[in-house]
């Protein structure tokens, strides 16, 4: 017994060293009962229960989710407590313990039910409307609010103008609202909710947002069509709009008057006088649940009673360029004037007056002249004549004649140059070829002139020439060719016949499989040991260097350097303003060989008018290099060649000090001793007359003979 009593009395002096507070004897405290809690704004919830008796105070106590606990929130007396600095729109859960205190001990009684509540969230700002809101849509949209799992939208009742009806409910800041018609004066607002575990907390209501939605003014009002005391009126949809008003100007009051009221857009103002201008105006209307609103006059359409104007002005061209128009008929017309100009511009002229609503020409038009047509009815009103608007202009163009193939050449890259006539009118080609895979005949180009996938020139006899470059064949054989041209009506093609079928026998030309060994990476030398001679690849660092005189680089060396050649710059013009150069070398070269080059140049954008820049891709052309030397005996012996091969630069070397044969003179000498022979295959027959043309404007410069249907070329400089 006397065991027992001690340990009671250390067990209490410990518990008051370590606090004072202890729970001594269930039901020594009585339990706290109706323990009720409310929210006091966002961030504060109040709490109440009722009074135990013999208690001394009460801790109220909010549970803790991440730390599974009941952390001590507020120690009162009272049978009240609140807890504030709390987050918006959040769950919390809180009970009571009333206690009895003796000394610095308190005896605690059991904790009362538990009581969860959520603080509302946050009030929403005044909503605002979205730019794409329109008389008949608003989009409201609004800022988030603190707290918020979502929100509640509400509209004033348009109809009474008394309550606010809630229109939806959404997560979303944002919101459509439609109407079928515009309402006139609407009003919304929004409420924030949180809602957590089943429990709801509304914020407060927004600002109210005040609205006029009234219908859009109409934007457009034409004349569709008239008659002798009639005008059909035609104008846009409104947004908003239910249905329309129409006014007439009453000009003996100067004021509109409202003549009816229609739910389409159009409507036929009759018993109008003959050629009295009257003006009309159109109002649009929404009449939403007996609300109306009406816009203000969009534009005002002044018209007249009298002849419509011709509709549906068409044609139909005949093979032999023969044209029928034909429109539809205008009420109260007694005859029609049809009119011609050349440019649709000026100097229209009457051709034909006609009863009937069409006009049949009796002569062919004329091919490459491009024809404007226009209609207006007349009629007789007092003795005089009246007249309709004119109609719609029409542009016609004859069906030109058929082209002819005239010649067919092989071209560089690997292709085939195809030349015909140009006939006047036509608008483009198209050039077809035959699949002999399948015996039928393909597409091959199709083009307006303009684009530039046919070319145009003036041939060498001073006619006017159209090409194209059929390129990338790979295998020799008979090719087969046939055009047409055609003249665009009206966004339709109108064509001609096709013309003969053209055959040309292609051989392919193989690049060149040479025996060549490397000797200087660097400067891309090679050795050609089935020619015997010394040649460079066709990118050295040195290619680029065609000027459009003869000071290059080469120029600039001197004499002393053992390098001593000449050079002649060959420059022409084509493809309808493209600036080209070809350039030859001969002479010596580092005092150990002699020999060649010749290179093909072409301004390209960017240039500034003196530099060339060495030929890419489709401007390579096919050339072959040959250096002859003469003998002693006065002949002339080939000592270097180069194969033909598509590229843009030929060289070539042979290993002898020719100065120690005939020392070089300038103007003279050994230079003379030496021929270089360029034989190139030119991309068209436009390239081909303009080297032509350059190397007769150089004396020191000739052509071998050449057929005048081919493409190849022997340049001679000696």
């Known amino acids: 017994m006397k065991k027992a009593t001690m340990r009671v009395l250390v067990l209490s002096l410990l518990l008051v060293l370590l606090g004072g507070t202890a729970v001594l004897g269930a039901g020594s405290v009585g339990r706290v009962n109706s323990l009720t809690a409310a929210a006091a704004g966002c961030t504060k919830i109040e709490l109440k229960w009722e009074a135990v008796s013999d208690a001394g105070g009460y801790q109220l106590e909010r549970y803790n989710a991440d730390s599974k606990a009941w952390d001590a929130v507020a120690d009162t007396k009272k049978v009240s407590a609140a807890d504030s600095g709390l987050q918006p729109g959040t769950k919390f859960t809180y009970r009571v313990k009333a206690y009895r205190s003796s000394g610095k001990a308190k005896t605690f009684g059991a904790a009362s039910e538990k009581v969860s509540v959520v603080t509302p969230p946050e009030q929403v700002a005044m909503p605002q409307t979205a730019q794409n809101s329109t008389a008949s849509m608003v989009e409201l949209q609004w800022n988030p609010a603190a707290g918020a799992t979502g929100y509640y939208v509400f509209q004033k009742d348009v109809v009474s103008g008394k309550s606010y009806v809630r229109i939806a409910k959404t997560k979303d800041t944002h919101l459509q609202v439609p109407f079928e018609a515009a309402p006139g004066t609407v009003r919304f607002k929004v409420r924030?909710?949180?809602?957590?575990?089943?429990?709801?907390?509304?914020?407060?209501?927004?600002?109210?947002?005040?609205?006029?939605?009234?219908p859009a003014q109409v934007s457009t009002l034409t004349e569709h069509g008239v008659s002798s005391d009639s005008v059909t009126l035609v104008w846009d949809a409104a947004d908003g709009a239910s249905v329309y008003d129409v006014y007439l100007r009453d000009e003996t009051i100067f004021e509109y008057q409202k003549i009816a009221t229609v739910s389409g857009t159009t409507y036929t103002v009759t018993g109008l006088e003959f050629g009295v201008?009257?003006?009309?105006?159109?109002?649009?209307?929404?009449?939403?649940?007996?609300?109306?609103?009406?816009?203000?006059?969009?534009?005002?359409?002044?018209?007249?009673?009298?002849?419509?104007?011709?509709?549906?002005?068409?044609?139909?061209?005949?093979?032999d360029n023969k044209v029928l128009l034909t429109w539809n008929a205008v009420k109260g017309a007694e005859?029609?004037?049809?009119?011609?100009?050349?440019?649709?511009?000026?100097?229209?002229?009457?051709?034909?007056?006609v009863k009937a609503a069409s006009y049949q020409s009796a002569d062919a038009l004329e091919k490459g002249q491009r024809y404007f047509y226009r209609v207006r009815a007349r009629a007789t009103e007092k003795g005089a004549p009246v007249y309709s608007p004119y109609s719609d202009k029409l542009e016609l163009h004859p069906i030109p004649d058929t082209p002819v193939i005239t010649r067919a050449a092989s071209a560089a890259q690997h292709g085939i140059c195809l030349e015909w006539t140009a006939v006047r009118g036509a608008d483009g080609y198209e050039l077809y070829f035959l699949n002999e895979a399948d015996g039928e005949w393909k597409l091959l180009a199709r083009s307006l002139m303009h684009n530039k996938v046919f070319r145009s020139y003036k041939n060498e006899n001073g006619k006017q020439t159209v090409y194209y470059l059929d390129k990338g064949l790979t295998n020799s054989g008979t090719y087969q060719y046939r055009v047409r041209a055609y003249a665009e009506n009206d966004g339709a093609n109108r064509y001609t016949a096709f013309s003969k079928t053209f055959s040309y026998a292609y051989t392919y030309v193989s690049e060149p499989k040479q025996s060549a060994i490397g000797i200087g990476s660097l400067l891309g030398v090679k050795f050609d040991t089935k020619e015997g001679v010394f040649f460079t690849s066709d990118d050295p660092l040195w290619r680029n260097r065609g000027q459009k005189s003869?000071?290059?680089?080469?120029?600039?060396?001197?004499?002393?350097?053992?390098?001593?050649?000449?050079?002649?710059?060959?420059?022409?013009?084509?493809?309808?303003?493209?600036?080209w150069l070809i350039q030859s070398w001969k002479g010596q070269y580092a005092g150990m060989f002699y020999g060649g080059e010749v290179g093909v140049y072409k301004q390209y954008n960017g240039s500034d008018g003196t530099h060339y820049d060495c030929v890419t891709g489709d401007d390579q052309l096919m050339m072959e290099l040959s250096v002859y030397r003469k003998q002693l005996t006065g002949k002339w012996s080939r000592e270097v060649h180069r194969p033909c091969s598509s590229g843009s630069w030929l060289n070539g070397f042979r290993p002898v000090a020719l100065r120690l044969v005939n020392p070089f003179e300038k103007n003279g000498g050994a230079f003379s001793d030496l021929r270089l022979e360029a034989h190139f295959i030119a991309a068209d027959y436009d390239m081909r007359?303009?080297?032509?043309?350059?190397?007769?404007?150089?004396?020191?410069?000739?052509?071998?003979?050449?057929?005048?249907?081919?493409?190849?070329?022997?340049?001679i400089y000696q």
């Open 550 to 579: 003869v000071h290059n680089v080469y120029d600039l060396i001197p004499e002393s350097t053992l390098m001593n050649n000449e050079t002649q710059p060959l420059q022409f013009s084509c493809h309808e303003g493209e600036t």
């Open 689 to 715: 007359n303009a080297i032509v043309a350059a190397v007769e404007n150089e004396p020191r410069v000739s052509l071998a003979p050449f057929d005048q249907n081919s493409l190849d070329l022997t340049v």
């Open 192 to 214: 924030a909710y949180a809602k957590h575990d089943g429990i709801t907390a509304k914020g407060a209501e927004s600002p109210v947002l005040k609205l006029e939605l009234k």
């Open 277 to 319: 201008q009257h003006k009309f105006g159109v109002k649009s209307v929404a009449n939403y649940h007996g609300n109306v609103q009406t816009s203000s006059f969009g534009p005002i359409l002044t018209a007249c009673a009298g002849l419509g104007t011709v509709k549906e002005f068409t044609f139909t061209l005949n093979e």
């Open 335 to 353: 005859a029609y004037e049809v009119e011609q100009s050349a440019d649709g511009k000026h100097n229209w002229n009457v051709i034909a007056e």
